[in-house]
């Protein structure tokens, strides 16, 4: 049985070592060990990344789509009929003849494109860069680095029917550019330029104060001899990197995502979409779809109860993106039509995302233990209202979890003082029956049942309890809460890592305590590897945000005041 406990403790310890070891390639580029490739840098041309396709309606095109988009996704997320593809010159005139318009409000500054009305920079001002904090951060992007963002356009299946999509160039109508005092709003607008003819596209974006949700209107007007049915696409478009300052040391989702009333919340893995793997919901009349990294994310949020196509499809090297495809019905000559959606992009604050749509919390990664973790995170919030810092708030939540396990843990600690009691006896036992192994198993199970104690006592309880603290850690992980919190002196951010590396040496101080306060294994070897241990823990730490690792020196502590109170009962205490 004891054997059996520190078979559990080696596979754990050596599980963790791997996991670091590919933490650590992916962090230099390299393969990982569960992947089948490295990700690739987006692919810049002279004048900026190439813009993404249209989504494909599944039969006829209605645009020339610019390199590198060589085909169009079909309706599904299939690969549609080929597009004209203009050349590499024309495409970069097409991108330089776009001029920019940025606006600002209290909380973001917005940068539009005339190519389609385009959003293709979104700065959050109230959250800075976690590689250069003299800097903000930037959400959209559209630079040789980095590709994301928010576009919107018309296509048909009418062959023949041209219709203005996120490549034409449309006229900006605004004029403001600063959301002044007093004003609660501020509009953008594009239409189609005077004189155009055809089909006139008019697109408005309303910005609110203190809101991370920007209203987009769209208004179709036929001014043909002939009626013509537009589909309206919202789609989101992004390279597959993950976005800049993630740890090697651990991981959060990066990547497309979508929700429906039938299969809830989907992710969609990049590789899959390149594949045209990507098992998602195609139709629906309900739900929404996003892109999301770690404490962001961004969402195309459509009112319930019209029928739309959910599409994905990679649209470049290493650029992905996804679509809601909604038909706006049959607009006779001289008749218009209009539609109206919200982009979300901004933090992921629970609540308010809770609020925004059904289902659009989740795109805050609590990895396996949603069903945990999301109480716990309630739970917290409701401290951090009393306190009013998440730093203490995080202490007063180990507080309370290790009082609910309060009873748990003392039968925990209480069979591993008995075994640090008996240890001398099964020490000397080993020693002197050395050559006579199965003598010496007989004999140690003689002591264990004369004893009462239980080899494996000291593990089952604390591994019953593990989800809980798992999900704390995903949930401090995960939390945008915690971004530019402070908790005492000099801890000013608790998702950063320690300036000082203080708390981590706290920790692993508070590790070796606690190896201490546990029995000593029979076996040499399996002796030192239980100082080994915490050791080659705690340097994962070293790196990891301070509200982690406050978490767990705080749990340490706590446990080790209660292992220490059970051991002195028991009079090993130095045994």
């Known amino acids: 049985m004891t054997d059996m406990r520190r078979t559990l403790l080696w596979v754990i310890f050596t599980m963790s070592l791997v996991l670091l070891w590919d933490a650590w390639q992916k962090h230099n580029g390299q393969p990982s060990m569960f992947s089948l490739s ?40 299939g690969v549609g009929p080929a597009a004209a593809v203009p050349s590499a010159g024309s495409v970069a005139g097409q991108v330089a003849a776009a001029s920019t318009f940025t606006v600002s409000t209290d909380v973001v500054k917005a940068t539009f494109s005339t190519r389609g009305g385009e959003l293709q920079k979104l700065e959050l001002l109230q959250h800075r860069d976690p590689e250069d904090t003299t800097r903000n ?66 697109k408005t974006y ?28 919202l789609q989101l478009v992004r390279d597959g990197n993950p976005p ?16 429906t009333d039938a299969k809830k919340f989907q992710k969609l893995d990049f590789k899959d979409i390149e594949k045209h793997k990507a098992d998602h919901e195609k139709t629906a009349d309900n739900g929404w779809v996003s892109m999301v990294q770690h404490y962001f ?47 979300f992009a901004g933090p992921q ?67 591993m003082g008995k075994m640090k009691a008996i240890n001398p006896r099964i020490m000397e036992l080993r020693e002197r029956l050395k050559d006579k192994p199965q003598q010496m198993q007989q004999e140690m199970m003689r002591i264990y049942k004369e004893e009462k104690v239980n080899p494996l006592g000291g593990c089952l309880p604390i591994l019953a309890q593990m989800p809980f603290f798992i999900a704390l850690y995903w949930v401090l992980l995960s939390s945008v809460e915690m971004r530019n919190a402070p908790w005492v002196g000099w801890i000013t951010d608790l998702s950063a890592k320690d300036p000082y590396f203080i708390l981590p040496l706290l920790m692993t101080a508070s590790s070796l305590l606690q190896t201490w306060l546990n029995p000593t294994p029979p076996d040499p070897v399996q002796a030192k590897m239980m100082w080994i241990m915490p050791i080659a823990f705690s ?37």
């Open 349 to 415: 604050e629970e609540k308010k995302l809770a609020e925004l749509a059904p289902g659009l919390e989740l795109v805050k990664d609590y990895g396996w233990f949603t069903v945990l973790a999301k109480p716990l995170f309630w739970l917290l919030d409701q401290l951090y209202s009393v306190i009013g810092n998440w730093g203490w708030a995080i202490v007063a939540l180990v507080f309370l979890l290790k009082a609910a396990f309060y009873w748990l843990n003392a039968s925990a600690y209480r069979s």
């Open 206 to 233: 309303t910005l609110k104060r203190g809101d991370y949700t920007i209203g987009v209107k769209h208004e179709v007007a036929n001014d043909t001899a002939a009626a013509v049915e537009p589909q309206l696409y």
């Open 38 to 77: 490295p990700a690739k840098t987006a692919a810049p041309v002279a004048a900026g990344p190439a813009p993404a396709a249209v989504p494909g309606s599944g039969a006829a095109t209605n645009a020339a789509v610019p390199a590198p988009a060589a085909a169009l996704p079909a309706a599904g997320g």
């Open 539 to 575: 340097f994962m730490f070293f790196f990891f945000p301070a509200g982690l690792v406050l978490y767990w020196l705080t749990n340490n502590i706590l446990s080790i005041a209660q292992q220490w109170m059970i051991n002195k009962q028991l009079g090993v205490l130095g045994k």
């Open 297 to 343: 994310a961004s969402a195309w949020i459509l009112a319930d109860k019209q029928p739309r196509e959910y599409r994905t499809a990679k649209v470049g090297d290493n650029l992905y993106s996804i679509a809601a495809v909604m038909p706006l019905g049959s607009v006779a000559p001289g008749a218009s039509v209009a539609h109206e959606a919200r982009l």
């Open 137 to 202: 951060v930037l959400l959209f992007d559209q630079s040789a680095q980095r590709v994301y963002l928010a576009q919107t356009g018309l296509i048909t299946n009418q062959a023949g029917v041209a219709l203005p999509n996120h490549l034409s160039t449309l006229q900006l109508i605004s004029s403001d550019t600063v959301l002044k005092d007093g004003q609660t709003e501020l509009q953008v607008r594009f239409e189609t330029p005077q004189g155009a003819g055809g089909v006139k596209l008019t």
């Open 244 to 259: 800049p300052g993630e740890s090697a040391f651990y991981f959060t989702f990066t990547g497309p995502a979508l929700y």
